[in-house]
């Protein structure tokens, strides 16, 4: 019995919807997983809020992601003034059958450090459905206040956030006129800074992320279809012969791109080291044998005191990746 | 306001008791998960069945702690021969109040090949929780039938296997009769083959894993403690001063571990290869542009017809890591 082309399109077809249904079914799951866990986060705070170097020291542990991410010079910043670290998923509540579980705000707050004047950084990612059949994460590039001669991206984030508004300013056009649009001085500034630049990017330039070209409306059109069970059309994506500049326009949009791998290290924030960091923090203890715990205190000289009572200490366990027992 | 020692120590406990409440979320996610899945996959294998090559692409594409395992030498038996792959949590279904959803069975099927007689090997992995405050995979080795000069483990594997039956056969003790037990034969024989053998160790050598040390019994006890919301004393791990002959036991063991890393790439089979299989399958066709996809066809010789419509592929997707959102 021989396969008929009939079949193989009817595969694929299947192959397609199936797919759709996986993501439904992970979209229920995050979902779930967040109504059962979120209490647990609210005791979790209130208990880390008595270790100061908590979060710094989950981050010196933090899966390859993100470590990966921290450069030398970052870590005297990050790691030495990180104060408190959450992960919020803000659309999951605002409509409990439609809320995207996926989208995140991460908010860091830094001690008083000699780099910024930023007591507080936050950076939402809203995760979309493009019509193209584009999955992932939107962002927006978030300014940071750099005290002068300490900007570790090296004007990088600045234009980044720059270029951007740039683009917003300017009204969106369909079709052929789209690719026609010149680069604004902001983003050529950004192109040449980009081209420049030597040496690995800061963590920090993670605050630039932009990610996929996907508006809210886009999003919500294609979630509608999604919902109704409809086909979704991949409307801007056949290839033409002989027409592929949209691929051109795709790349130099891409370049601008301070922080390709935004999306990678987000994921790896929300997904890894935010559900894990008790472990990570387990972990950290470990490799320090509890010496340089600090606990938090209103009277800084007495605590010296508190040292020789780090040994109690949970038993070591095994660090076993993410939530869901993946390890990174 | 100064920390006091006992502060101190309540924090700890609360971070231990709040460690292990996650741990009891996360279970409930996965099995969750499972049930919310379970259809999917069955209709998922149906689909698959029909493309012959489809496990060969997406172990091609596979997650970086399970391609760091394959070396070159392993490709044409792993990748050329892999007819179905499956994952089955064994142990969920069995109770499903206390059914431990982590527990999993790999079943691996294989073409006729030149490198050994199995027509399908089977692994499993037992999730289990240690009095000492361990949790981890606990497994058995596998042997493979190898073909003559085909033993890609290079006698590791069955070696391996065969220390494993002794130590079985060997009545347990506790305490202190434990460690003084001396390697019987065949695991001196592993220990030397181990120490002599060359190179990079393949992937079939991962058929070998034991990983830790917890019986059956052993789990039951922590587990019912832990449904009962007792305290999990870490009995055994205690370090006394002067006494540290438990640890050069341990090392021992380890030393006997034919792939130390094997629980890593069960996790990363289990949650990352088999519930993304269709994401890394598009990857790899997007990698080859489709051109050798093989539809299963009884008649063989008439397969060279449907090369032409290999065109009808679902469209590009970003393919975002392990089912919940995680980047690999």
């Given at each position: 019995?021989?396969?008929?082309?009939?079949?193989?399109?009817?595969?694929?077809?299947?192959?397609a919807?199936l797919?759709?249904?996986?993501?439904?079914?992970?979209?229920?799951?995050?979902?779930?997983?967040?109504?059962?866990?979120?209490p647990?986060y609210?005791?979790?705070a209130?208990?880390?809020?008595?270790?100061?170097?908590?979060?710094?020291l989950v981050?010196?542990?933090?899966?390859m992601?993100?470590?990966?991410?921290?450069?030398?010079?970052?870590?005297?910043?990050?790691?030495?003034?990180?104060h408190?670290?959450?992960?919020?998923?803000?659309?999951?509540?605002?409509?409990?059958?439609?809320?995207?579980?996926?989208?995140?705000?991460?908010?860091?707050?830094?001690n008083?450090?000699?780099?910024?004047?930023?007591?507080?950084?936050?950076?939402?990612?809203?995760?979309?459905y493009?019509?193209?059949?584009?999955?992932?994460?939107?962002?927006?590039p978030?300014?940071?206040k750099w005290?002068?001669?300490?900007?570790?991206?090296?004007?990088l984030?600045?234009?980044?956030?720059?270029?951007?508004?740039?683009?917003q300013?300017?009204?969106?056009?369909?079709?052929?006129?789209?690719?026609?649009?010149?680069?604004?001085?902001?983003a050529?500034?950004?192109?040449?800074?980009?081209?420049?630049?030597?040496?690995?990017v800061?963590?920090?330039?993670?605050?630039?992320?932009?990610?996929?070209?996907?508006?809210?409306?886009?999003?919500?059109e294609?979630?509608?279809?999604?919902?109704?069970?409809?086909?979704?059309?991949?409307?801007?994506?056949?290839?033409?012969?002989?027409?592929d500049?949209?691929?051109?326009?795709?790349d130099?949009?891409?370049d601008?791109?301070?922080?390709?791998?935004?999306?990678?290290?987000?994921?790896?924030?929300?997904?890894?080291?935010?559900?894990?960091?008790?472990?990570?923090?387990?972990?950290?203890?470990?490799?320090?044998?509890?010496s340089?715990i600090?606990f938090?205190?209103?009277?800084?000289?007495?605590?010296?005191?508190?040292e020789g009572?780090s040994?109690?200490?949970?038993?070591?366990?095994?660090?076993?990746?993410?939530?869901h027992?993946?390890?990174h």
């Amino acid at each position: 019995m021989a396969v008929t082309a009939e079949e193989v399109m009817a595969t694929y077809e299947d192959l397609a919807k199936l797919e759709a249904q996986f993501d439904d079914v992970e979209t229920e799951t995050i979902r779930y997983q967040h109504k059962i866990t979120k209490p647990l986060y609210a005791k979790r705070a209130e208990v880390v809020a008595k270790i100061s170097s908590f979060w710094s020291l989950v981050f010196e542990q933090a899966p390859m992601e993100i470590d990966e991410s921290i450069q030398p010079t970052d870590s005297a910043l990050l790691l030495g003034s990180i104060h408190n670290f959450s992960v919020e998923r803000f659309e999951i509540d605002s409509d409990i059958e439609n809320g995207e579980p996926r989208s995140v705000l991460f908010r860091f707050e830094f001690n008083e450090n000699e780099y910024f004047e930023d007591k507080v950084i936050e950076k939402k990612f809203w995760w979309r459905y493009g019509k193209d059949g584009t999955i992932g994460y939107v962002s927006e590039p978030v300014n940071i206040k750099w005290k002068d001669g300490k900007d570790l991206t090296n004007g990088l984030l600045a234009l980044a956030r720059a270029a951007w508004e740039e683009d917003q300013a300017v009204p969106k056009k369909d079709g052929k006129d789209k690719k026609e649009k010149a680069l604004g001085p902001a983003a050529s500034a950004l192109k040449k800074k980009m081209e420049e630049h030597e040496g690995a990017v800061s963590f920090f330039a993670w605050f630039g992320f932009v990610g996929e070209k996907i508006s809210a409306e886009e999003n919500a059109e294609v979630v509608a279809k999604k919902k109704a069970g409809e086909e979704i059309e991949a409307e801007d994506t056949e290839m033409q012969d002989g027409d592929d500049e949209d691929w051109e326009d795709e790349d130099d949009l891409e370049d601008l791109e301070i922080f390709p791998n935004g999306d990678d290290v987000a994921m790896a924030l929300a997904d890894d080291l935010w559900p894990n960091a008790l472990k990570y923090f387990t972990a950290a203890q470990d490799d320090d044998l509890g010496s340089d715990i600090e606990f938090e205190s209103g009277d800084e000289d007495e605590e010296d005191e508190e040292e020789g009572s780090s040994a109690q200490k949970p038993s070591k366990k095994k660090h076993k990746g993410c939530a869901h027992g993946c390890e990174h």
